[in-house]
DNA sequence: ACGTATGCCGCAAACGTATGCCTAATGGTG
DNA sequence: CACCATTAGGCATACGTTTGCGGCATACGT
């Protein structure tokens, strides 16, 4: 048998997805003939190392700055060799077992579908990569039902804490949810007494406001979301709100609670052009509703944003390809933002809510 | 004390979500005072009921069907009774520790913000749902380095197989992973040699062009993704095989390798826009490229489709909103099936690769 | 009456890791 | 030389499940 030479298994039983190549090694009269078809474990490796599965596992999970002074040297340094050479990874569910901590999170979101969510989670993901954690998701469609079934099912599995992007600004679950000691932030919707990280809405809704003011409109039509999200309430409050304070108000505008999607928007533009007059500016809380919308205005012959302005919110990138004027929110940050406030929640520390500040972005729709 | 009283518990330490309400029960001189603080194990369990944890745990285990000879029916009324009682869920860390089943599955996506795979990877998730299973998703944005990476943690996860949604035609990647006997399928792209399930996308490709044909078209461009995909290379086939089989080729048509999104449609127009002749119709092999294309269009003083017609794929909802002719494709079936055939193949059964029929969705672009 | 089948359940050993507590040898100090 | 601190590890247990292998009754067949 020729010596150091490198064996490729294939086509090894599916058990043993994390067994990498291995080098045996033949020397004079002995021969590690580990079993290969294992993966390896503390354990082997220890046996292999002639040490104790604690010296190794000291040793592995030793910071890797800090010299440790659980071991020589010159041990650490055969340790992680050969650790690196059988492909070790550590079995995340015997030291979850043991620490009864999974470095899991949890999210749920009203739909990954909806590019917004979508984009708030990848902020998410990317944070809790760098601190090593792993997510998982799922999709609330914004029923109680589900919020309820699938946290319990997160919970199930031994998550550490939970990200909500669906908090209903009305309902009790949140508030249980934290009496139960459940470690728990808000992302995209704000809700009382729970940590949330948010795009100021308020001010959000005030820079669409002021755009059409400022650009001579004077009857408005908001397409809002629905009302139990605080996004929805936020941003138009603070659209009326300056709509007021120019003593605007009343039959002067109207705001449909539709939805927050395309067909959501061109509902609303049904809706709207059956009224008795029409407006001249029309808000839309979100940019999938805006398209929608200017759809169906233009399927009726109606010009923008000549006969009626539209702005749209988030700025996603299908606001910029139809050039739609829209106020940006935030969306990764938000997610990069409520996943590190979690974790710190997780250490015991205090940890305050967050608005990022929105920003008008202005093109050729209004 | 009172009698069968039910207490609250509020504000327990984080590590304590899973408990829920307790009743405590104070009986004549007997009383039992559970650790309350502690969640409910198979030990605890078996503890107040008088029975060995394994007799509970092959209670609880038992399919709810089969009438286990395990216990009497009696026992197994209260084995459940107290099980509900107290909110126990079985750890699955200790599950899996035992089984070397994670009963997890792991999915690599391009983009989670990409609405089609965002809409297959529901599909994916509503069938794990049905069948026990947790599904976990990464974004690989196409990248292999993160292909690679994102794969091997989630493998370090132990899940028991992963759905892939960003195969490289090219590449073996997959097919090195396969040979460690990882077990996986392919949703969206096919490549050689693995269990795929796909939209039938040179068919989507020949409907394209069969229509521009009927409506008399004679000079083409084809917006097409990245080279990789095997969405973009059958979509474009199959657009051209039709061209073919009517004598149209060469200068007649040209193709820009651009993106799947918005922006990749706008550089696209921009380009054919440049060249020496335009088309009379342009098939975008993705909704949104074909949307970015229409903007950027427009915004030249293009009238769709009176001087270009425009066919987009997939059929997403932005498609119907701004009355978009597009080739639908079945993305939630996709997931479902690709999460279906990979449980087959977990069972080791053989399974086959499978193609879904699109549809043209005539609207007023094309 | 005796052997066997069945119903009902317990015993104990893993799975792989993390961690509090020991120990043995070495080096330094007074 | 006696004593103590440091270095370099080992021992043992617990985390919560699952599962092969019994074991003891009672009922049943001959």
């Known amino acids: 048998m020729p010596n150091g030479v490198l064996i490729l298994f294939q086509g090894m039983p599916?058990?043993?997805?994390?067994?990498?190549?291995?080098?045996?090694?033949?020397?004079?009269?002995?021969?590690?003939?580990?079993?290969?078809?294992?993966?390896?474990?503390?354990?082997?490796?220890?046996?292999?190392?002639?040490?104790?599965?604690?010296?190794?596992?000291?040793?592995?999970?030793?910071?890797?700055?800090?010299?440790?002074?659980?071991?020589?040297?010159?041990?650490?340094?055969?340790?992680?060799?050969?650790?690196?050479?059988?492909?070790?990874?550590?079995?995340?569910?015997?030291?979850?077992?043991r620490t009864s901590r999974s470095d899991l999170i949890g999210v749920i979101v009203p739909r990954l579908q909806d590019y917004v969510l979508a984009t708030i989670y990848e902020g998410i993901d990317a944070a809790a990569e760098t601190r090593g954690r792993m997510t998982v998701v799922a999709n609330s469609l914004d029923d109680p039902t589900r919020q309820r079934s699938r946290t319990e099912s997160l919970l199930a599995r031994r998550v550490d804490g939970l990200i909500f992007g669906d908090a209903h600004i009305d309902s009790p679950f949140l508030d249980q949810l934290a009496a139960r000691g459940v470690p728990l932030t808000l992302?995209?919707?704000?809700?009382?007494?729970?940590?949330?990280?948010?795009?100021?809405?308020?001010?959000?809704?005030?820079?669409a406001a002021s755009h059409f003011l400022s650009t001579g409109r004077r009857r408005f039509a908001v397409i809002a979301g629905a009302r139990y999200a605080s996004t929805t309430v936020d941003r138009v409050a603070g659209f009326l709100d300056v709509l007021e304070e120019h003593g605007i108000g009343g039959s002067d505008v109207d705001v449909y609670y539709t939805g927050f999607d395309a067909p959501a928007g061109q509902?609303?533009?049904?809706?709207?052009?059956?009224?008795?007059?029409?407006?001249?500016?029309?808000?839309?809380?979100?940019?999938?509703?805006?398209?929608?919308?200017?759809?169906?205005?233009?399927?009726?012959?109606?010009?923008?944003?000549?006969?009626?302005?539209?702005?749209?919110?988030?700025?996603?990138?299908?606001?910029?390809?139809?050039?739609?004027?829209?106020?940006?929110?935030?969306?990764?940050?938000?997610?990069?933002?409520?996943?590190?406030?979690?974790?710190?929640?997780?250490?015991?520390?205090?940890?305050?809510?967050?608005?990022?500040?929105?920003?008008?972005?202005?093109?050729?729709?209004?």
């Not at 020397?27 to 590690?32: L, M, V, Y």
């Not at 041990?75 to 059988?86: D, K, M």
């Not at 992302?187 to 820079?207: E, F, P, Q």
């Open 267 to 366: 509902r609303a533009v049904a809706e709207l052009m059956a009224a008795p007059v029409r407006p001249e500016a029309v808000f839309a809380v979100n940019d999938f509703a805006a398209i929608g919308a200017i759809g169906a205005l233009q399927k009726l012959g109606v010009v923008v944003p000549e006969d009626i302005a539209v702005v749209g919110y988030n700025d996603t990138p299908i606001a910029e390809a139809v050039s739609l004027t829209t106020v940006r929110s935030p969306m990764v940050e938000m997610g990069r933002l409520g996943f590190d406030k979690l974790l710190l929640l997780l250490d015991k520390e205090v940890v305050e809510s967050e608005r990022l500040p929105p920003e008008l972005i202005v093109r050729s729709t209004a």
């Open 14 to 97: 599916f058990t043993q997805h994390l067994i990498k190549p291995v080098a045996f090694f033949a020397a004079e009269n002995r021969s590690f003939t580990m079993n290969a078809t294992e993966p390896a474990t503390l354990k082997t490796l220890a046996g292999e190392l002639g040490l104790n599965v604690s010296t190794v596992s000291r040793i592995i999970n030793a910071e890797p700055g800090t010299d440790s002074k659980w071991a020589s040297p010159e041990t650490i340094r055969r340790v992680h060799e050969l650790a690196s050479a059988r492909g070790y990874t550590r079995n995340p569910h015997a030291a979850s077992l």
């Open 187 to 207: 992302v995209s919707r704000r809700k009382a007494g729970h940590v949330s990280v948010t795009c100021d809405d308020v001010t959000g809704g005030r820079l």
